[in-house]
Structures are given as structure tokens and as C-alpha cells.
């Protein structure tokens, strides 16, 4: 009987499929206060899409997450309930409709992660993590009315003689009120792709759009490098080549910069940079924050101006010496921006709020102009998204 009720149940397209927007976990939520909520064939038909039909009768629907609002759902006859890793029941499933659709939605409090199962009859059915970390965007980070909006151009590079074999996809930001044949500031990124996305996490091209027309930034052209993967891969693997470039120590990542990319920047697009350490900057997160930190101590006469978030300065190619070198060289002329979360990485490389803490403290030891910033947030670049035009307004705060 249950195959036959499944084959029937994929054959049937669901009802007003194209009648409402995508439903969000906190759309069900407010959904589900309404009375009849339980018998509504809409609401069943658009938490199925939410979740996926496929996913649902094969037990593999994942937990969806908007801001702090969890929302998790599961196809049998029997009551599911949905219980943390640890043994707390977060709470029995609420069925809707007659086939064994079931959901349980709830507020989380912010900055936590844990693994969950979703249980029918005391066997799980369903397993899997939620990750909670919101932060919310300032208008700096979304588009304003009458603010001018910079150009982006991409180009592949496959022609590295510092790293061969490699390709590698490029970005380049030009603001609207840049003038051809002048000279403006220049700021590196590393995983640049997902960073200048304007509808990405990050959105920097749309900070750099607010800030410039502000005059809180100067005219600043960005350069988004991308890792290189290696020749055999393609486009959407994960680039074979990004620990080398980003977590080794020394100047092959900077001379790679200096001699072939920002070369070719300057003659597809006919920009010219600013030649004076202080209107130049490099940024990155994780190991491309190390990278960010390598390229200007390297060549402080190239760039004055670090932003490096979640910062990978542990031991895996021997970033963990950082915090050691600095207190035993000659302070060098850069401003260096960190951020960290007290929820960041800890595994056999190293603790890395440890790893920052420390770097805090011989930046301020050797008094380097620096700024270092503290949140909860987890790895990645959550928790630096929302705080970037602050950062940039720090970092480029007296250059015209």
C-alpha cells in the first residue's frame, strides 16, 4: 500500500503551483497561526514545494533556516517530533492535510549549531545540523535611490607563470564616477566572485557604490580574484590551488598580484591605479585573510591597508608565526583591520579567535594602526558582511 500511495502521491502536481511567491520558514510560521491551517490544501501544496516533493518521501528534507526562524518537515502517517542531538525535544510536528505532511517551525535564539533528528515510533527518519547566525545589513549594504552604481567586467586568466596550471576567474569594479586616463584607488580582494556579487552575502560592490558616492571612500577600483583551480577542473569545483596561494607564507601570492593581474586590469579595461601604498588595499576571509595579511607585509610599498576577517592565522602552512614575527620586525607603515567571532574555528590547526586574539595583541604591542572588532559569529563571512562599511570608512578614512 505506502509504494502505491508514494507513486500516486509524485504523479499529482500540486495545486496553485505558480498562484504565490516561494514560501520562507517564517512565512510558514505565520501561516501555520492561522485556524485552518491543519486542512489547507494551498499551505500543504506550498510546503511541499518549499521543502521538495523528492525530498520529502525519500526522508532526506533538510532543515530551512531564514534569519533565527528553524523550519523542518517530514512525509509519514505517523506523529514525527524533532529532538536535538543532545536528547531535548524541540517539539511534536504538526500535520497538514490527510497524506502524513508534517512540519515543526521554530524561533531560535541566535548564534548556535546543532546536529537534530526528526523521529517517528522512536526511529529516525530524518538527520542533519541547523546553523543559526543572523546578523542584519545596514542601508549602506543595500541599493539607494540616485546613488550611481559601478560597473562590473570579468575576465579568466590561465596564463600564471608564478602559479601554472591554473585558471581563475576575475572581477573588476569600476565605479560610474571613475573618468577614463585619471588614477584612483585600488582595494585587492581574494575569493573575489562571491564577495563583489551585488546579491551576495557580502555585496561589496554595493557598498562601494553608497560609500563613493558618500565620499566616505575614495573613487576605488576593485579587483575580485578568484583561487586558481587546476586546468583539469571545472568552473564549479573547488579551486585546487586556493590553500597554496592563500595560506603560504612569503611573496609568490603578491608578485602574482603585482606582475600578472593588475597588469592585465590596467590594459583590458585602460584603468590606472594610484601608485602610493596608502590608496592601495587588499582584503580576504579565512585563509584569504592571511593572504590579505601576507601580500602587505610582504610589499608594505604596495599596499598600506589590510581587512582580513575570520583570519586563518593557525598552523597550516605556518600563519601561526604571525603573531611572533610582528613583535620581533620593525613595525612596517600598514593599517590592519581584523575581525573575529568567538564562535570561530577550533580544530587540529588551531583555535582561530586564539589565533586573532594574539594578533590583536602584538599589533597593539608593536602600535600598529590597527582596528580589531568582536562579534559571535560562526566561520565564514556572516558575520563581516554587515560591519564592512564601517570597515571600509576606518581603513580609507584619510585618503581622498
Known sequence: MRPLFLALLLAVPALGQTSRPPLSPT???????????????????????????????????????????????????????????????????????????????????????????????????????????????????????????????????????????????????????????????????????????????????????????????????????????KSQQKSGDKPGNRSLEYDSLGDAYVRFLLNEILPEVQRRYGVKFRPEAQARAIAGGSSGGICAFTAAWERPDQFHKVLSWVGTFVDIRGGNAYPYLLRITERKPIRVYLLDGVNDLDNQFGNWPLANRMMEASLKFMNYDHRVDWNECFHGSRGMAPSLPEALRWLWRDVK
Not at 30 to 35: D, I, K, R
Not at 57 to 68: D, H, M, P, R, V
Not at 98 to 111: A, E, Y
Not at 173 to 179: D, G, H, L, M, R
Open 27 to 229: 512565512g510558514l510560521l505565520t501561516a501555520l497561526q492561522a485556524a485552518d491551517a491543519g486542512t489547507s490544501r494551498e499551505l500543504h501544496d506550498r510546503v511541499v514545494r518549499l521543502f521538495g516533493r523528492q525530498n520529502l518521501l525519500s526522508g532526506k528534507a533538510a532543515a530551512k533556516i531564514e534569519a533565527t526562524t528553524a523550519a523542518w518537515a517530514l512525509m509519514d502517517m505517523q506523529p514525527g517530533r524533532v529532538v536535538r542531538e543532545n536528547g531535548t525535544v524541540l517539539g511534536d510536528m504538526i500535520p497538514l492535510g490527510t497524506d502524513g505532511l508534517q512540519v515543526l517551525v521554530l524561533k531560535l535564539p541566535n548564534f548556535q549549531e546543532f546536529g537534530y533528528r526528526i523521529e517517528v515510533g522512536g526511529v529516525t527518519r530524518v538527520g542533519g545540523k541547523v546553523h543559526v547566525e543572523h546578523f542584519d545589513y545596514t542601508v549602506d549594504s543595500q541599493r539607494q535611490p540616485n546613488v550611481p552604481v559601478g560597473r562590473l567586467e570579468r575576465f579568466e586568466w590561465d596564463q600564471s607563470s608564478i602559479f601554472p596550471d591554473t585558471k581563475r576567474s576575475v572581477t573588476v569594479y569600476i565605479p560610474q564616477q571613475y573618468q577614463s586616463g585619471s588614477e584612483a584607488c585600488l582595494m585587492v580582494w581574494q575569493d573575489g566572485s562571491r564577495h563583489v556579487d551585488p546579491t551576495g552575502s557580502m555585496r561589496a560592490s554595493v557598498v562601494f557604490d553608497n560609500l563613493i558616492h558618500q565620499k566616505d571612500m575614495p573613487i576605488t577600483i576593485g579587483v575580485f580574484v578568484d583561487p586558481g583551480r
